[in-house]
């Protein structure tokens, strides 16, 4: 089974996050239930079940970040800079199109699947390009396309 979609510096960046969260995190958590339970009863111990809930959540990012990062495939993600039709260059927004877990100074991360990210996909600088927004259709100006 395949991975995700991520640049080189993600993976990096989602790697670090599971091992954190499996060495530290869970000692941490752990550490607090025990605690909590040290204070009694646990059916109204509320620090008892913040602590639980917190293990939930923890457990639940581990298992996500176990199939992002399970044989990813690193790929080179594009940044488009768009202006909308009748608006001026200098009000450029840039738009990165890949998986949500990306992180990049500058732009929107819109996935692939995205009304805007499935227009801008393959497309080049100087390319016009209309879509189907869910307020109606939309054009677009691609600026230009930088890989990152």
Known sequence: MAGAKLSKSALERLQA??????????????DKIERAREEGDLKENAGYHAAKDEQGHMEGRIRQLEYLIDEPEIVENQVYAIVYDGDSDDMAERYMIGNMEE???????????????????????????????????????VLSVDSV
């Open 17 to 30: 996050e599971f091992h954190d969260l499996t060495t530290r995190g869970r000692i941490e958590v752990a």
């Open 103 to 141: 992180q990049i100074e500058g732009a929107d991360v819109i996935t692939s699947t995205s009304p805007l990210g499935a227009a801008l996909n393959g497309s080049s600088a100087g390319d016009l390009i209309t879509y189907d927004a869910p307020n109606g259709s939309m054009t677009v100006k």
